[in-house]
């Protein structure tokens, strides 16, 4: 079945720096790969997507790549604020159904 | 994007009683939802998926008969933890997915304490 892993899994940055988490999936034939955002004691909010027609997606300082021969897709966080502190999952859906998760990144941005 | 809201967001219990958890979809129609379970510090597992109209499909290693999964609206699905014990305490999350582009939305979660 598919699996996701994802790196690192804790990133401590500088207020103001960028933070860059990377995840691989295992199924070719994976199209659609989600990011979420979860707060502690909340549920997963979904942040920027990308579907596999795509290389790249842009939403403010949130920035998607999709490398599909090598199975790696990464999220880019520029211009990092402490409220962007929080666990981050990737995924990656087959089909039209069934998401996998990332274990997921604790990102601390410290002021 | 959808929003989604369950109720309760916190329910303490005692062991061997039953506790359900709603999760409903305030502005779309959801024909597909789904339950997941979230230990601390860990990634969130899909127990089941619900299918309005249709019985649930579980993930291999969740007991159908404990997580009892009813989807009878387009707008609602109930997740019951029949006799419940410690081990069952955790964080439980539903999602709606969207037709046409397929998003997952999730709710807030429920976080479940069995004592």
């Known amino acids: 079945g598919e699996n996701v892993e994802q790196h690192p899994s804790t990133l401590s940055v500088q207020e103001g720096d960028s933070a860059v988490i990377k995840c691989t999936y295992s199924d070719s034939a994976s199209n659609y790969f989600p990011w979420y955002k979860q707060e502690l004691g909340k549920g997963p909010q979904l942040i920027i997507d990308?579907?596999?027609?795509?290389g790249e997606k842009k939403d403010q300082r949130i920035a998607v790549t999709l490398n599909k021969t090598a199975k790696h897709f990464s999220l880019h966080i520029t211009e990092t604020q402490p409220e962007d502190s929080a666990v981050y999952f990737c995924?990656?859906?087959?089909?039209?159904?069934?998401?996998?998760f990332g274990p997921g990144t604790s990102l601390s941005v410290i002021p | 994007g959808a929003v989604v809201s369950q109720h309760p967001s916190r329910v303490i219990c005692k062991s061997g009683t039953s506790v359900k958890i709603e999760c409903r979809s305030l502005d779309f129609q959801a024909t597909t939802m789904f339950w997941y379970r979230q230990f601390p510090k860990q990634s969130l597992m899909l127990m089941a998926t619900?299918?309005?109209?249709?019985?649930?499909?579980?993930e291999q290693g969740v007991e159908k008969d404990k997580f009892l999964i009813n989807h009878a609206s387009l707008t609602l699905s109930t997740l019951t933890v029949t006799s419940a014990h410690p081990e069952d305490s955790s964080f439980y999350i539903c999602?709606?997915?969207?037709?046409?582009?397929?998003?997952?939305?999730f709710g807030p979660g429920t976080r479940l304490t069995v004592t």
């Open positions: 999602s709606v997915l969207t037709s046409g582009h397929y998003e997952q939305y």
């Open positions: 990308i579907r596999s027609n795509v």
């Open positions: 619900s299918n309005e109209g249709s019985k649930a499909t579980y």
């Open positions: 995924a990656a859906m087959i089909g039209y159904d069934k998401v996998i």
